[in-house]
């Protein structure tokens, strides 16, 4: 793997030097292995060769390695950063350095190193500098003289590289560090500057896949057989789980850790034992052992090894030469699955993605990364001109173009839908009122309706079908989902379905109005099929959502395409009512309101920092350990709840909402507000991949499990059956001693699922994970949050609202956590966000969603308040395949012979 961080602290820096980079983990009869520069940076430092620690801590002070003199402008500043004791400290801020960290996995280390193979140790040092060789080129500078405010790409690095073959524990672990200095010498300003690491970090997995293709490719020359596992590493075959178990010391002394302090303070098995196990490994690290002969640390690690282990080793490099195959037939084939798995969800991609899942594809077969570029540059992508490396394919661009030509183009078509019509309903309010009748006085094919988070859109859109129907059109109302789907006929709405069941049965009336709520959340394909059928029935479209809120799944936003090419003026409410201070219960209660209203109006209105200082201003922004964040969080949850509000908690990975749930659902047990009588249940948590991912068989592993949508291969809807082999066109699957071969083909009525054993008892929350119909053959719905009040023998579980799960579904995971995405659409009292400091995790859409979900009041819990609030001003957008097109609104014919290639309506052009 390649991990990344950032060292701040210069007494750090200096000790880091020292005690962990000065020398290897062992020396070989006396000799200590050096690290060595790396970098055209440090070459015009006149740095190479051995790593000398005057240089290296010379330059951890910002100064010229040969002259002392100050290196880049830029010297000391500080932030306020919380230490493992919760207090705040000055730190700072100058970053010092950042450390590129590669690690093979660990069965490489066991070959290496117990096995006594140098050739590996070889080879992992080339595959780093073959991975650095790709990392440099991505260096860059901040460019801020003459009012310029971008970024510059310098392509050189000043950087030491050090080769460890060891933990803390003494376990092998082989695995260099790459120190890159926060300096890069910019050649336009002819001087040194500092470094902007941001596009090194958005490649990193790119860098990684490098480095794993190289070494998987030596090993397999080398006669070792590797096995591609589905979170994205591999393993060599032949060294077993209980190997690589026994080599990870460093694991079993946090076990022996916490084992300990439950022993000494038993009441912190109620806690959440994954943030005890996070806390101790942070707080009682082990200082580096160094200076060991290795012939002495080989001599124990062996004396570890049992006879069949020892056998096992001696076997691994007798597998047969692999087969080699043509690299331009291996590149070509690795390349169109990357193109397959990445278009499927983003129209603009950068090209290094396409190349690191080409290489992720192809690992270990006789290609290079250059083969695969070779392949890319005949590949006819329409690039950015501003950033060459940004790319998208014809398809969605003509896609994309065609959807907002038929909004253009619509204009002034039809007669409006009720000529000088005016609204008597006395339960809207003045702006609601006059959006009803802008959008009754509209005139074309596609009418835009934008309203912002708890603006009180989907009350005015019920007005709005009322209205249209006394005129004598039917109304098809659509959304995306299906909860979306039962919120609108819980609303009162008629004619509701998902968008997808629409397209598949392909009928709408004459002259029809098609409501489509959440357009906002719907890709390109759906909406052009969706224009496309209202086209074909002389139909209209009115499109409702908002586009600073979450997007589309599916490649390109195209509801962001229509409001930003088409020239089309969107009605929209802006008066929030979400956040209403008439709901408070004290004075107090009601200012508080009213400033919440405020942060979320100044959210949604690209004002992040402003929205961030008024919550900090009104104490809802905690900032706290790592090992408190749960801690504070549940109990902020367990007060609420003892209050019977509505709360919903949001956080940013999967990972971290189970580590939440189980937190909370811990104290609410404490409390007894979730039954102490339990049933273990196999619940099936979806696993989401793209079409060419189902394809792969790296995808899956021993606990995958399908569940079937439809009737195929002798499944009835609702039956599931676990994974039990796989080839390179079918799933073999088994259920109740069957044995069945499912072709690829199948997997689109199929979802696939990993098994999760769950505890459930009264009073628990669970967050529903697949459409379906309850025993009672009521509708559930994905991502509906239910309740649990009794659980029966036969597996049927009751819920609070009266509906019933059959024993068959089992699609569910707990509910008090949710991801932001989910979270859209949903009103609650109190919102309760959970920040991991994820810089990928936090963006505008993601801050504006999770902070305006609550009506009276929202409660932020963060690591890091300073990191958080530069990560919300990043823009969530995804890049569209027209923000590349250049000259499609100044030369449309031109630009239609280009991206279309032929004559014929948009809508349905081929």
Excluded at 231 to 242: H, K, L, N, V, Y
Excluded at 883 to 893: E, M, Q, W, Y
């Amino acid at each position: 793997m390649l991990a990344a961080k950032a060292q701040y602290n210069l007494g750090n820096a200096r000790k880091y030097f020292e005690e962990h980079l000065r020398v290897g983990d062992y020396y070989t009869e006396g000799q200590q292995v050096l690290g060595q520069w790396y970098g055209q940076g440090a070459e015009k430092l006149g740095l190479s060769g051995a790593t000398r620690g005057e240089e290296f801590l010379r330059l951890c002070e910002n100064l010229h390695p040969q002259t002392g003199e100050r290196l880049t402008l830029r010297n000391k500043t500080t932030r306020v950063e919380v230490g493992q004791d919760g207090e705040e400290h000055q730190s700072a801020n100058r970053r010092v350095f950042y450390d590129f960290t590669f690690s093979p996995p660990k069965s490489v280390s066991i070959a290496a190193l117990v096995g006594d193979d140098p050739r590996i140790v070889e080879a992992h040092d080339r595959a780093v500098a073959t991975a650095l060789n790709q990392l440099q080129p991505l260096a860059a500078t901040r460019v801020r003289k003459n009012g310029q405010c971008t970024d510059r790409t310098t392509g050189n690095i000043v950087a030491a590289v050090f080769r460890h073959d060891t933990s803390r524990a003494l376990d092998p672990h082989l695995h260099s560090h790459c120190i890159v200095f926060n300096a890069t010498f910019d050649a336009v300003e002819k001087q040194w500057k500092a470094l902007q690491n941001h596009d090194m970090l958005v490649a990193q997995k790119f860098i990684e896949n490098v480095y794993y293709h190289e070494l998987a490719r030596d090993l397999r020359e080398f006669g070792y057989a590797i096995e591609n596992k589905p979170r994205g590493d591999f393993e060599i075959q032949g060294i077993s789980p209980a190997l690589i178990e026994k080599f990870s010391k460093r694991h079993q002394e946090i076990d022996q850790k916490t084992k300990e302090l439950l022993a000494k303070e038993p009441e912190k098995a109620k806690e959440n034992i994954a943030a005890i196990r996070e806390n101790i490994a942070h707080r009682e690290r082990p200082p580096k052992v160094r200076d060991l002969a290795l012939s002495r640390l080989q001599g124990s690690w062996k004396n570890q090894l049992t006879a069949p282990e020892r056998d096992s080793l001696r076997k691994l490099r007798v597998h047969e030469p692999p087969i080699v195959h043509t690299p331009a037939a291996v590149a070509e084939k690795a390349v169109t699955w990357a193109e397959e798995h990445l278009f499927e969800r983003r129209s603009l991609v950068n090209e290094h993605d396409i190349w690191r899942h080409a290489l992720e594809h192809a690992r270990g077969e006789n290609i290079s990364l250059a083969d695969i570029q070779a392949i890319t540059r005949e590949r006819g992508y329409i690039r950015d001109q501003n950033k060459p490396a940004r790319v998208t394919i014809r398809e969605h661009l003509q896609r994309e173009w065609a959807i907002v030509c038929a909004a253009k183009d619509g204009r002034f078509k039809f007669a409006p839908f009720q000529s000088e019509y005016q609204s008597n309903n006395r339960q809207l309010d003045d702006e609601q009122r006059r959006a009803v009748e802008r959008i009754m006085a509209s005139r074309g094919f596609v009418t835009l309706f934008r309203g912002g988070a708890g603006t009180g859109k989907s009350f005015t859109l019920g007005e709005v079908q009322r209205e249209l129907q006394k005129t004598g059109r039917f109304v098809q109302v659509v959304a995306p989902q299906r909860q979306q789907v039962l919120d609108l006929e819980s609303a009162g709405f008629d004619h509701v379905e998902t968008v997808s069941g629409l397209l598949a049965r392909r009928q709408l009336p004459r002259d029809a109005v098609l409501l489509v709520d959440e357009a906002g959340q719907i890709g390109g394909k759906q909406m052009h099929a969706l224009l496309a059928l209202a086209e074909d029935n002389h139909a209209r479209v009115i499109l409702s959502g908002d586009t600073r809120q979450h997007g589309a799944v599916e490649a390109s936003d195209a509801l962001r395409a229509i409001e930003k090419y088409s020239g089309l003026e969107p009605v929209e409410l802006t008066n929030i009512r979400r956040q209403n201070p008439a709901l408070a219960r004290s004075l107090k209660e009601r200012e508080q309101i009213k400033e919440y209203r405020q942060a979320v109006t100044e959210a949604r209105d690209g004002k992040l920092t402003e929205s961030f200082a008024r919550l900090e201003r009104m104490g809802a922004i905690t900032q706290c350990s790592v090992a408190e964040q749960h801690e504070k969080l549940t109990e902020r949850y367990l007060e609420l709840a003892k209050e019977h509000e509505s709360t919903v908690i949001v956080s940013q990975s999967w990972n971290e909402i189970h580590k939440v749930n189980e937190a909370v659902r811990e104290a609410l047990k404490r409390e007894t507000l979730v039954g102490d009588k339990e049933t273990v249940v196999a619940a099936f948590q979806p696993v989401d991949m793209t079409d060419a991912q189902k394809r792969d068989t790296r995808s899956y592993n021993e606990n995958t499990v399908l569940v079937f949508n439809r009737d195929a291969r002798g499944f009835k809807a609702g039956d599931s059956a676990r994974l039990h082999s796989l080839t390179d066109t079918h799933l073999v699957v088994e259920n109740e001693n069957r044995v069945v071969p499912i072709a690829f083909k199948y997997l689109n009525k199929v979802t696939l699922c990993q098994q999760r054993e769950m505890a459930l008892a009264a009073g628990d929350r669970l967050q529903l994970k697949a459409n379906g119909r309850s025993m009672e053959n009521k509708k559930l719905a994905n991502g509906e949050l239910v309740t649990v009040k009794s659980l029966a023998p036969d597996g049927r579980i009751a819920l609070a609202d009266g509906r019933t799960l059959d024993k068959r579904f089992r699609q569910f995971v707990r509910g008090y956590a949710v991801t932001s995405y989910a979270s859209q659409g949903r009103s609650v009292n109190h919102v309760l966000f959970c920040d991991s400091a994820a810089k990928g995790a936090t963006n505008n859409q993601q801050w504006y969603v999770t902070i305006s979900r609550g009506k009276k009041g929202i409660q932020i819990f963060t690591m890091d308040k300073e990191q958080l609030r530069d990560n919300i001003t990043r823009s969530g957008n995804r890049p569209l395949a027209l923000d590349v097109a250049p000259g499609l609104k100044d030369s449309r014919n031109m630009a239609v012979r280009r991206i279309q290639g032929k004559r014929g309506h948009f809508l349905h052009a081929r």
